[in-house]
């Protein structure tokens, strides 16, 4: 049986603060740092370089967590790349794609902006954008999305979930309504996979992108591409690793996922991220999603009943909640939450400029949940605010 109260053992951190920020980033468990020092203590080397025991471990464990990681999300291993976070992977679409001017991409104002700029940057090329308004509540309708798309389009890349809103997107229709229309999908997964069942194969995404700090518990600076087509994107990168034969002036290209790993990555981090997946996999990820979203749901009923509260996003939400105290400096009320109570939360835009900007405010407080925590940290944040917004205001 899931409980939260148990695996908080495997998070020290969690013994002197309340965190309430692992929409930023997770804590990652012991078990996790524990596989990334045992890089470094018993078997150090590069992957895919060398003949030599060290070299051979090396490469067995990155690749060991790749296959972990496709079966994670539900892909092949040969479609799962390794990058950096959700803002490369996205970055090696949006470079790696062939476009034309008057080619059309949509994609929507709740984005991040690593699922924003990538496309804005594209104008230079005279690729047109169309960024579809979602609802007040942060939910966009995948009939909004159907009708922006054009017959230039190109591509329809959407959140799975909302990290100003935490509102949860119909990946599922909205890409087959792309596919309808002839064009292709990407999905930024960052706030969804590993706090909620994610099937790149049920979606049937053209890709999608994830980084491993956040739900996956893994490691920051690790990150996931997954291509349904290999041959879909060229390489944005090229260099060791990503080439089986090269002569003076011509070169060819490994197979994937090598053509897209280019120069040493990051081993331990790889590591890590398979051993996280791993982690989450046996604590079951349809009860942490039940766990996350019941403490998400509560957090948000509470703090909006709270005279001078104002709490943004749908009823059913995924486990993000943004608020604000009517009066008060988003920033100033993050700082008293910590300075008072050990309450770490985000405060401000959130990456996510025409997000919050929606909501005609200069930024908002964030309360968002991971595994780990538990319902007598809600009722410590509830309890928090309502003295602020009681007091001083």
């Known amino acids: 049986m899931f409980n939260p109260t148990d695996i908080r053992k495997d998070f020290p951190v969690l013994e002197k603060y309340v965190y ?7 804590q990652t468990p012991r078990q ?9 203590y018993k078997y150090a080397a590069n992957h895919g370089r060398g003949a030599h025991r060290l070299a051979r471990e090396t490469t067995n464990h990155y690749e060991d967590a790749r296959e972990a990681v496709a079966g994670f999300i539900g892909g092949e291993y040969e479609h799962t790349i390794f990058t950096r976070n959700t803002t490369e992977s996205i970055n090696m679409v949006a470079l790696g794609l062939d476009w034309k001017a008057g080619d059309h991409v949509v994609t929507t104002h709740v984005e991040h902006h ?3 700029l990538p496309w804005i940057r594209l104008k230079e090329k005279g690729v047109e954008v169309t960024a579809v308004t979602p609802n007040p509540d942060g939910t966009v309708d995948p009939g909004d999305i159907d009708s922006a798309i054009t017959e230039h389009t190109k591509l329809v890349a959407i959140t799975h979930v909302s990290n100003v809103f935490g509102s949860v997107m119909d990946v599922e229709e909205i890409t087959k309504i792309a596919h309808r229309n002839g064009c292709m999908s990407l999905v930024d997964a960052a706030q969804s996979v590993g706090h909620m069942p994610f099937d790149v194969k049920k979606i049937d995404c053209d890709f999608m992108a994830v980084s491993g700090h956040k739900g996956m518990l893994g490691p920051q600076g690790t990150g996931v591409l997954y291509l349904k087509d290999t041959d879909s994107i060229k390489p944005v990168y090229l260099g060791g690793g990503t080439i089986y034969a090269m002569t003076g002036d011509d070169y060819k290209l490994e197979d994937a996922p090598g053509r897209f790993e280019y120069g040493t990555p990051n081993i331990p981090g790889v590591i890590g991220l398979g051993r996280s997946v791993e982690y989450v996999t046996g604590l079951g990820v349809e009860d942490i999603q039940r766990h996350e979203e019941a403490l998400g749901r509560d957090a948000a009923k509470r703090l909006s009943e709270i005279d001078k509260v104002e709490v943004y996003g749908p009823q059913d939400r995924a486990a993000v909640v943004p608020f604000n105290v009517v009066g008060l400096n988003p920033h100033d009320v993050a700082m008293i939450l ?10 401000g835009y959130h990456c996510a400029i025409p997000s919050v900007k929606l909501l005609k405010v200069d930024g908002t407080i964030r309360a968002s949940f991971g595994a780990y925590n538990l319902a007598e940290e809600v009722d410590l944040l509830v309890d928090t605010v309502e003295q602020i917004a009681t007091t001083l205001t």
Do not use: G, H, P, Q
């Open 32 to 40: 996790v740092v524990e596989a990334m020092c045992d890089y470094f």
């Open 114 to 116: 690593s699922n924003l």
């Open 338 to 347: 910590d300075e008072t109570r050990k309450i770490c939360v985000r405060s």
């Open 20 to 26: 309430l920020d692992s929409a930023a980033t997770t």
